[in-house]
Structure formats: C-alpha cells, structure tokens
C-alpha cells in the first residue's frame, strides 16, 4: 500500500514538472512572442509576422548565403549584399521595423536622431543580452559591462588609450607595420606581383596588439591571438545556430574546444600578469603597455577610494586584454583593406595621399605631430569609414518597457541600430552617397552631411569607442608607410565581396598589384 502511495505522488510530481516545463516552453516559443507582436503593432511598427520557433531565421540566413554566392560590381551600392533580409524588411517596412529571432523580436533603428537618444542614454539602453552564453567566451570586459560596472570599467580603461600614452606606442606600431612591409617587398623583389593584402593586413594589426597590450610578452601575446581566432570561428558558427537553453553543458566538440581555449588564453594571461605584478614590485616600470597602463590605472583608482571592490580583479582584467583583441584587431584591417581597395579604385586620391605623406614626411620616420596633420589622408579614412563601417550595427537591448520618441517599446526585445544604413542614406549624404568622395569631410565630420550629424562608425555617447585615436594613429602610420614604398592597383582576380563577419570584410581577399617605388 505504501509502496503504491510512493508511486503515485512519483508520478504526480513528474506530471507536474513536466507540465510547468511544457508551459514555460510554450509561453517562450508562441504566447510571449505573440503578446509582444501585438504591443509592437499597436505601436504602428511593423514587420513579418511571427512563425513558429525560428521566426525569420530560416529567411535570413537563407538570403544570406544567396547574397554570399554572388560578388557585386565596385559601383553597386554594398548594403543589399552585406545584409540582403535587414534592407529588404527596411524597404518594404520603414525606418523602424521588427524581425524575429526566433522567438524573440528585434526592433531595428535606422533613424539618426532616435540612435544618437539610444547611444546617450546608454543606462536605459543596455547591450544585448541572451542568446548562446558561449559567445561570450570570446571577449567580455567593459563592452559587456552596463550601468555601475561600466561607469567603473570605463573610468579604470580611459587612461589607458590616452593619446599622451598612444605617443609611447608608436615605436611598437612602427615594428609591426615594418614587419608586413619587408614582406611584401620579399614578395615583389623591386618589381611588380599580385599580394592578397587582407591576411598581412590581419597579422599586422594583431601583432600591433600584441606588442601595445603585452609589451615584452609579446610572444604569449600573438598565442593568445591565434586561440581567440580560432574562437571567433566557433563563436560565429554558435551565433548562427538557434540558442536552446541548457545547451551549452553538452559535451559536443565545439562546446568543448570551445572551454579547452577559454582555459588556456586565461591562463596565458594570468601568467603575463603574474610576471607583471612581479616586476613592478622589483620596482621596474610596467606602464608603457595597455596592461601596464592599465594595472597601474587600477591599482591608482583602489588606493584613491580606499576599496579593493573599487578596481578590477584579476579576471576582470583578463577580460579586458581579450577584449583588446576582439575589439581592435579585426576592426582596423577591416579599415586598412578597404582604405586600400578603394585607393586603387580612385588612383587621383592615392597619388592625393602619397603626395602628402611625401610633403610632410619626405623619407622621416613618421611621428605624433606629423601624423595628426594629416588632412588627405584622415579624409580618406572618414569616407571609407562611412562607406564600410566595421561594425556595420550595434546590439542594445530593451530591458523594461521604454519609452523612446513616440514609441513605448516592450521589454525583453533587443534593439539593432544600423550604423551601415544610416552611412548610406542619400537624404543624409546626397544623391552622390555611394560614390567614393573624400572632399565631403574637407571642413571636418560636421560639416560632411545635411544637417544632423549622422556619422557614427565609432558608435557615439558615453559609450563611444574607447580605442578610436589608437585606431586612426595606426591606419594612419601603416598608410604612410604603405604609400611610400608601393603604389597598388586592384588585380584581375580580385572579386568585390564586403560581407560580415562580426565586423565587414572581403569575403574573398584583396588580391592588388603591388609596384615598388
Ligand atoms: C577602425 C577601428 C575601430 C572601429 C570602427 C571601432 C568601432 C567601435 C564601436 C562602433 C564601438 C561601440 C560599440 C557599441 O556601442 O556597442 C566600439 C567600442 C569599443 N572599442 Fe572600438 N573600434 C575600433 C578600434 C578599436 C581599438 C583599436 C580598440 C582597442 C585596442 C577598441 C576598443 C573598444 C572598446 C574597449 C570598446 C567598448 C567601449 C565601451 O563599451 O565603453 N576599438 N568600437
């Protein structure tokens, strides 16, 4: 009898969990989805309407790969390749529309003042959360951080990129950039050969991380490289797979690779700041590098609060070092190679930019001051950054319901602001928008659009790249050193391909004629 009872409550308990799970599982994939399409609509938004689990998944990932299959002309405009579903739903729904992830939907802004509201008000609109909670094994840090963590995390970073402490870095830009140039005069031996630039362009910029982050640890530095980008690969595979909650305790091969790297590029860290923390205390300087500079900022900030919860512990301060190499590596070749593809495009702004850096540097080593007057050259990388921003969209997300322009947004939806949609817009740029022009920023960003200020290829608000003078310091060293020594012209196999990956890139390479000068 008792044996019997035992049973009974058994099975009635697993009844029950199995009935709350099943209804937790289908308010997640139907009830929630469809009671936040209603409240978006009744905003007057539109979009697709919602479908089962996958939402527009299956349809954007479908037009994505038909985009990938053809390369365009170099006169086409680049956004219907480079996000074919986001600028079709723009055309056939207005410059605020939703799409589904899923069972999640996104709301997408492309209109500038509401993005500049979005990126100032950076308390209310925090990053996006949720998805595969693997991705974030690729970097972490202060990009990941939102309200008192950021505002600590941004105070403690800052010093770091300080354009007084980017002059100390030059000397390891030079290396690296002096590296990638012998090279490719290996390759061309004093004449004329074709050079996928894109993967010298990619070593250059890591290896530039690798000295400025870790200084004499370099070496560590460039193996911490490689693992994240073998991470970024699995991140990017995990990203585009639909995220089902738990899954990541699965022993799969990726799950695994992934954890076995995250293990290991924290480690190497650890032990570059374990020396580090040593030599200061044999009272050598550290400072010179972005972790010297930013262990130093650190431990300056807790002595000044009096409280160790004031500054960043160690494993917050691994974060930040892998960040440095997500957030800063691909997104400056990503500039690098454009700014060079576009130059052989348009030779008369090559022979422009070479007869500056000639003018201003004759055969000098290039230096800070040298380097900040250049006016062809930062017009340059202002319109190829307009035409091919790096990060082509950036991710909030709306955590309590949110009032934003006429709009009261639910909460739960993230949000993308389409930094790529709004570089291309012809009533912000003019009827020339997607023609190469650098002269629109010859009296300086504000000036370069009708009206508003709409370029924002650093994002904007408190939250604005941190990294942006270091960026353009070193795109402006390696297209001086560049310049002088080799003049390029695009091969005949170089197919124009921009599509993302994270940030945007040739998705077949850059394969130009290098001709030594
Ligand atoms: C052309 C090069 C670069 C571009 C286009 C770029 C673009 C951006 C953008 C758009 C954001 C804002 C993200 C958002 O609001 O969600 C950002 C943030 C950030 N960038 Fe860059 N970036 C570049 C280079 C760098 C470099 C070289 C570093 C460091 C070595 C760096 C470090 C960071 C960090 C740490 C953040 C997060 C800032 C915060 O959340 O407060 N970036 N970047």
Redesign the pocket.
Known sequence: MEVMSVAVWCGVTVAVVMMVYGWRFFNWVWLRPKRMEKSLREQGLTGNPYRFLFGDLKEMVQMGNQAKLKPIKLTDSIVPRVMPFYYTSANTYGNIFFTWMGPRPMVHVTDPPLIRQI?AN?NQFQ?ARGGNPLTKMLAR?????DADQ?VK??KI?NPA?HVEKLKHMLPAFHISCSEMINKWEGITKGESCEVDVYPHLQTM?SDV?SR??FGSSYEEGRRIFELQVEQAKLVIQAAQSMYIPGSRFLPTKRNRRMKEIDTEVKRTIRKIINKRVTTKEKGESTKED?LGLLLDSNEKEIKQQGNKNSGLNIDEVIE?CK???F???E??S??LVWTMILLCQHANWQDRARDEVLKVFGDRKPDIDGLSHLKTINMILHEV?RLY???VA???MIHEETKIGNLTLPSGAPLM?H?MFLHHDPDIWGDDVNEFNPERFAEGVSKASKGQASF?????????????A???L??KLALVMILRRFSFDLSPSYSHAPHTVI?LQPQFGAQLILSEL
Do not use: N, S
């Open positions: 990126l950076y990053k840090g202060i990009a990941d951080a950021w995390h941004r970073i990129f910029t991380i400025t982050a972005l930040e960040l440095f190499y957030a800063g590596q997104t400056t990503a500039l950054l921003p790096p990060a950036l991710g909030r602001l930094l924002l290829p650093f994002g904007g608000g408190p939250r604005i790249c941190v990294g942006q270091f960026a353009m070193e795109a940030t």
